[in-house]
């Protein structure tokens, strides 16, 4: 494997270069370096033919920095964020340090170089009693919350917010969703928050959704095939959960207001042709 090729900080083991992965495009999407030639180059040929790929990335990322600003104006100290992905363009810490310097975040990911790449980047720029990284599968629950707990970041007494940002439609099987969401609403504690974000066409003009199914197909040539759901398949995630203000909104209506110093700009004409839907619930009672 050529040295280029490599990311640096991840020494090439464990990592899978016979697909191009949608974390590392995602990655390439917006700029960062966590990537390999098999990532740049499909991502290329995508963007040959779907140029919105990239705003609708930039969508997704800035709606992080928005939850996570948002969540910390309602008092929340806590983060634990699932299919973490590789950093690029404002990771939870650091958005959450500019508004609350004693939040607390754990990292968590699947994939070998986007855990390596996190461990890289606490190592220099974390706190180590107040952030972490583990690897974990997040259809796993008990197993990774008692990973996440071991770390001794987070205070498994204590609101956190679980952040399942653009992660869930990368896992197709309905019934592992399903079953994962029933155990992470249990696990989380009273007073805690759950956001998800999640690709669908449900509602998007008709000529934007057959784009978008058209890429869809073309995700299944990578380690991390697509599986969009709708609005009401998204919103029965949150089960008993109450969402907050707005409820279920596209990814740029989500309170706007929370965005970013330099992510406030509007990247499409309309909403719908993020196509990602999102909302945040809230756990009243144990």
Known sequence: MAAENTPAGTGGRDIDLERPSAARMYDWYLGGKANYAIDREFGKTIL??????????????????????HLVGRGVRQFVDLGSGVPTV????????????DSRVVYVDYEPVAVAHSQRLL???GDPERHAVVQA??????????????????DPAEPIALLMIAVLHFVPDDDEVEQALVQYRD????????AISH??????????????LQLVQRYDQTANPVRLRSWDETRALFGGFELIEPGM??????????ASPGTGKKLFNTADESVV?????YKAEG
Not at 143 to 149: C, E, F, P, T
Not at 277 to 281: D, R, T, Y
Request: charged share 20%; with cysteine; hydrophobic share 45%.
């Open 123 to 125: 190592d220099k720029h």
């Open 199 to 212: 690709a669908t066409v449900d509602g998007a003009q008709p000529q934007r959704a057959a784009e978008y």
């Open 90 to 101: 404002g990771n939870v810490h650091h958005v959450a340090d500019e508004v609350a310097p």
């Open 48 to 69: 040959e033919v779907f140029p919105i790929v990239r705003p609708v990335a930039l969508a997704n990322r800035y709606l992080l920095h928005r939850i996570v600003r």
């Open 137 to 154: 599968d997040l259809r796993s629950p008990k197993s990774l919350w008692k990973q996440v707990r071991a770390t001794g970041v987070v």
């Open 187 to 194: 696990l989380l504690p009273a007073g805690s928050y759950l």
């Open 249 to 258: 909104a596209w990814a740029p209506e989500w309170h706007p207001e929370d």
């Open 277 to 281: 839907c999102a909302a945040v619930g």
